[in-house]
């Protein structure tokens, strides 16, 4: 299989011991690229040097509204240097949480339509994280418009799915959906066009069922790529073609 990580936080301190390794454990398991969206500003830097070290790693810049208390005004202009700098595939990882408490709505709502409206200037992708707030992000990004882009970790109804493949958008699936009594996201992922699905493993963070409570790594793809690729009752070696070049046509990849 020949797969890319559409979502990796292989910059992340728990991968600084051992980042070749991981990365050479990637490779052999066929993961040709990883796309690694950062969180803050002030995590910026380190992403820049890891995908520097590695030209199979491409980065995003973006503000993670689980981040909040992290995140100043001043950031969103700082990104748009960044951008104009750096080039990233992407913006992101950005989106709204109202899940974890204390995240002040409004705020992280003003950081997001920030991001999403740097996205649709410099053509770029927008990946997204959207917990409780699918409906929202969904409302947003048609309010902005121009947009294209992932909702990583998907985890929302048929209908939810259906809206936002009606925007072009793809949907991006990991480890959550290697678990057997995770029914209705596998059912999901058992009917999504081919043409909207990512692969993602989120690591370090969302192990496959295998590998609960673990450090997750990039190599793991395969394992997610094999659960997907029953789900859908297709070959896995058919779903990594399709889904590698759905990230190669997202993100414009040359991989």
Same mark, same amino acid.
């Given at each position: ?34 796309i690694a969206p ?19 790693? @491409?980065?995003?810049? #973006? &503000?993670? $509204? ?9 950031? +969103?202009? %700082?990104? /748009? *240097? ?15 949480? @109202?899940?974890?408490? #204390? &995240?002040? $709505? ?9 991001? +999403?409206? %740097?996205? /649709? *200037? ?10 409780r707030a699918v ?121």
């Amino acid at each position: 299989m020949s797969l890319i990580d559409s979502h990796c936080h292989i910059d992340a301190p728990e991968f600084d011991a051992d980042r070749a390794e991981v990365m050479a454990r990637a490779r052999a398991a066929g993961v040709r690229a990883l796309i690694a969206p950062a969180v803050c500003a002030a995590a910026w830097p380190q992403l820049q040097a890891v995908a520097k070290a590695h030209e199979d790693i @491409h980065p995003a810049y #973006g &503000l993670h $509204p689980m981040y909040l208390a992290q995140h100043r005004p001043e950031h +969103l202009a %700082l990104l /748009r *240097e960044w951008i104009e700098r750096e080039r990233p595939c992407a913006v992101g990882e950005c989106g709204l949480d @109202h899940f974890v408490e #204390g &995240l002040d $709505p409004q705020t992280q709502r003003e950081l997001l339509l920030g991001q +999403l409206r %740097l996205a /649709r *200037e410099f053509d770029l992708p927008v990946i997204l994280h959207a917990r409780r707030a699918v409906d929202e992000v969904t409302a947003l990004l048609r309010r902005i418009g121009g947009l294209r882009g992932v909702v990583h970790s998907f985890s929302g109804s048929h209908q939810q799915a259906e809206a936002l493949c009606g925007l072009g958008f793809m949907l991006g699936f990991g480890g959550p959906v290697t678990y057997a009594r995770a029914q209705r996201l596998r059912a999901l992922v058992a009917w999504l066009p081919i043409e909207h699905l990512l692969l993602e493993t989120d690591a370090p963070d969302q192990p496959d069922a295998a590998i609960r409570g673990q450090r997750n790594e990039p190599a793991r793809l395969a394992d997610i790529a094999r659960t997907v690729a029953e789900l859908r009752q297709q070959s896995p070696e058919d779903l990594a073609r399709h889904t590698a070049a759905n990230a190669r046509r997202l993100f414009a990849l040359a991989v």
